[in-house]
Nanobody, 118 residues
C-alpha cells in the first residue's frame, strides 16, 4: 500500500515558476516509475512527465524544455519543476506511481491545482 500527497500548487502569472512535490509512503518507492499527470477542465487526463526507477525521463512535447522531473529516493519524494509557465498549463496535477514503467499507474495522489494567469 502506497500513499501519495502532492503539494506546491498555486496561482502564478504566465512566465513564472512553481515546484510541485509528491511525498510517498511505503517501502518500495525506489523501485517504482513515478509519473506526473494533469487534467484541465473538459479535457482528458494527460501524462506530463515520467521518471523511471533508474532515472530515465520522459516528457510530453508540450512541456519539454520547461519542466523537469526528478526524484529523491532517500526522501521518497518526487518533484516537478515548472518554469516559463503558460496559461495552457492550468490544470490539476496528479502524482502517480507505477510498478511497471508505462503501465497504468497503481497508486494516485489527490492532486494539486496549478493556475496560470495571462
Amino acid at each position: 500500500q502506497v500513499q501519495l500527497v502532492e503539494s506546491g500548487g498555486g496561482l502564478v502569472q504566465a512566465g513564472g515558476s512553481l515546484r510541485l512535490s509528491c511525498a510517498a509512503s511505503g517501502s518500495s518507492f525506489s523501485t517504482y516509475a513515478m509519473v506526473w499527470y494533469r487534467q484541465a477542465p473538459g479535457k482528458q487526463r494527460e501524462l506530463v512527465a515520467l521518471i523511471s526507477n533508474g532515472g530515465d525521463t520522459y516528457y510530453t512535447d508540450a512541456v519539454k524544455g520547461r519542466f523537469t522531473i526528478s526524484r529523491d529516493n532517500a526522501r521518497k519524494t518526487l518533484y516537478l519543476q515548472m518554469n516559463s509557465l503558460k496559461p495552457e498549463d492550468t490544470a490539476v496535477y496528479y502524482c502517480a506511481a507505477s510498478v511497471v514503467a508505462f503501465s497504468n499507474p497503481d497508486y494516485w495522489g489527490q492532486g494539486t491545482q496549478v493556475t496560470v494567469s495571462a
